[in-house]
Structure formats: structure tokens, C-alpha cells
């Protein structure tokens, strides 16, 4: 079994690192989905199913708080755990976007053993760290 996961991000290099870093990190993924803002996310939310979204903070047209904030508004996407993946680091930050309603924050740059730690968490899953091996990091080249 695998998890469908929204991944996202304004910037489409990131949403391809942020893809290679889940899969390298070992956790089950079944497919991915992208979208490069908040807008496009909800559009694709309302036609797919989807475990969890991955997506990045500041966004063009809906930034990542606004894209939870609409999420939390339906009565089936607020049941969508919903990672925030940014930059904006500062405690006060990560406590605001815990408030608003995120299930996990990763800082970037990270690393794949940071996103499967906490995306097993999440999802209530074991943290095997032997799912991780340098064979699945084959083929990342960032």
C-alpha cells in the first residue's frame, strides 16, 4: 500500500526534489500529484483522493497557510494532514503554523531521512530507518 501525495511548491525544480527526496526516504508513495500554488491545489483536491499534501509556504495567488485555511472550510479536506515545507523557520512561525492547523513542518533544505521520520509520524506509520539505504537514493541529483 502507498500514499497519494499533493506536493505543492511555486517552483518546479523544488516539487521534483521534494518528490525524489519521499521516494529516496523509503516512504510508500503510490502516485504524486503537483500543483504550483494553493488555487491549483483545491482544484486538484476536488478531483482526486489524496493522504497527504506536501506543500511549500510562500506561493503566488495562495500561499500555503491560505491553501489549510480553505482546506480546513471542507468538511473533507480538513481531514488531509497537511505538511508545510519552507524556509520560514522562526519558532514563532512554526508555532503559527502548527495554530493554524498543519500536521508537520520540514525545513528546507532537509534531508530524505527528516521527510520519512516525519511523514511516518504523520501518518501513523513505524519508523523503520532501514527502509532508507543508499541504493534508494540512487539517481537523486541534487
Known amino acids: 500500500m502507498g500514499y497519494n ?6 517552483s518546479l525544480a523544488m516539487r521534483s526534489v521534494i ?11 503510490k502516485q504524486f ?9 483545491l482544484n486538484i483536491l476536488k478531483q482526486e483522493w489524496f493522504d497527504l499534501v506536501l506543500t511549500d509556504f510562500n506561493m503566488p495567488e495562495m500561499n500555503g497557510l491560505e491553501l489549510v485555511a480553505a482546506m480546513k472550510k471542507d468538511d473533507l479536506l480538513r481531514t488531509i494532514p497537511v505538511v508545510m ?16 492547523g498543519v500536521a508537520g513542518f520540514i525545513k ?7 521527510i520519512r521520520q516525519n511523514l511516518n509520524r ?4 513505524p519508523d523503520d530507518e532501514q527502509q532508507f539505504s543508499e541504493d534508494s537514493a540512487e539517481g537523486l541529483d541534487f
Open 33 to 41: 500529484f503537483d500543483a504550483a500554488n494553493g488555487k491549483e491545489a
Open 108 to 114: 528546507k533544505p532537509f534531508e530524505p531521512e527528516e
Open 85 to 100: 515545507i519552507s524556509t520560514e523557520g522562526s519558532r514563532l512561525r512554526i508555532e503559527d503554523f502548527f495554530k493554524k
Open 5 to 10: 501525495i499533493l506536493v505543492v511548491d511555486d
Open 122 to 125: 504523520i501518518m501513523g506509520e
Open 19 to 29: 518528490k525524489k527526496s519521499v521516494k529516496a526516504s523509503g516512504f510508500k508513495v
